[in-house]
C-alpha cells in the first residue's frame, strides 16, 4: 500500500434493497483471493438483529464477518446504526443524534491504517437522507472515494441507474463502474435492459450477480470487478480472460 491512506470505493445503490451488501461482501473476498488486504464499512445503517456479538445490523454483521471481525474495527465499520428500520434521518432524529461526518472520516481512516482497500457501503440509494441536510452522497464527497454504481435489476432499473448516474456526476463524485444485481426472477427482458445500461451508463459494467445466486460463488464473480480496481491480483487468482481496464483509485 502506497502512503497512510488506502484505496477505496463507495458502493451507492439504485435503491433499498438491491444487493449492495452481496456486492459488498463478495468484493472484499474477491479482493481477499487475490492477495489485497480489504475490509468493509457501512457508515450509516438502519434496522437490528440480535447476534452472538450482541445487538447489530444484519448487513453490517455480513460485512464484519467477511471483514474478519474484532473488536478494535467493530465501532469504526459501523459508526453509526439507529435500532428504527427507516431512513436513517428519521432513525436519527426519533434518538436525537446528528450524524457527524467527521466522525464517519475518522472511522474511514483508521480502517484504512491496515488495508489496501476499504469498500465503503452506502445506506439506501444516493441521496438518501441522514439527517437534516445531508446525504448519503455527502459520505461519498466527505470519503473522497470514487463510486461504483448497484444496479437493482428489475422493472424501472434504468430510470433509477440513468438519474443515479446523473446524481453522482452533478455531486462531482466519479462514476468508476456499474455492478448488475438481479433481484426479480421474473424480470421480462433483463437481458436487454443489462445491454441498455451498457449502452447508456457512462461508466463500465464490472459485475453482474444472478438472482439466488448461492453467496459462496458471489466472489468468483466479482474477480473482474476486483482486478479493475486494484488492477493485477498480488497473487494469482482464477480471472480466465480477465481484460478489464483497472480503474484508477486515489
Not at 454483521?61 to 474478519?68: K, P, R
Not at 474495527?73 to 434521518?89: K, L, Q
Request: hydrophobic share 45%; charged share 15%; proline share 7%.
Amino acid at each position: 500500500m502506497n502512503g497512510s491512506r488506502a484505496r477505496g470505493v463507495f458502493l451507492a445503490g439504485t435503491d433499498t434493497d438491491v444487493g449492495k451488501t452481496r456486492v459488498a461482501v463478495g468484493l472484499i473476498r474477491a479482493l481477499t483471493a487475490q492477495g489485497w488486504r480489504a475490509c468493509g464499512m457501512k457508515p450509516v445503517a438502519s434496522g437490528t438483529i440480535s447476534t452472538e456479538y450482541g445487538v447489530i445490523n444484519e448487513d453490517v454483521d455480513s460485512i464484519a464477518t467477511a471483514s474478519g471481525r474484532n473488536s478494535a474495527t467493530a465501532g469504526d465499520i459501523n459508526p453509526y446504526c439507529f435500532e428504527w428500520p427507516v431512513s436513517p434521518h428519521i432513525g436519527a432524529e426519533r434518538v436525537g443524534i446528528v450524524v457527524d461526518m467527521g466522525r464517519i472520516v475518522t472511522a474511514y481512516e483508521r480502517l484504512a491504517r491496515d488495508q489496501d482497500i476499504v469498500v465503503v457501503e452506502g445506506a439506501g440509494g444516493w441521496l438518501a437522507p441522514i439527517g437534516p441536510v445531508a446525504t448519503m452522497a455527502d459520505v461519498a464527497r466527505a470519503l473522497r472515494l470514487p463510486v461504483v454504481l448497484v444496479v437493482g435489476l428489475r422493472l424501472g432499473c434504468l430510470n433509477h441507474a440513468l438519474l443515479s448516474a446523473q446524481a453522482i456526476a452533478r455531486a462531482g463524485a466519479t462514476l468508476a463502474g456499474w455492478i448488475g444485481s438481479a433481484i426479480d426472477p421474473a424480470m421480462p427482458a433483463q437481458i436487454e435492459n443489462v445491454e441498455a445500461l451498457k449502452q447508456r451508463l457512462p461508466a463500465p459494467q464490472l459485475g453482474l450477480l444472478p438472482f439466488s445466486r448461492a453467496p459462496e460463488h458471489d466472489a468468483a464473480a466479482l474477480e473482474l470487478a476486483a482486478h479493475a480496481l486494484m488492477g493485477p491480483p498480488v497473487r494469482p487468482a482464477l480471472l480466465s480472460g480477465a481484460s478489464s481496464t483497472p480503474v484508477r483509485l486515489p
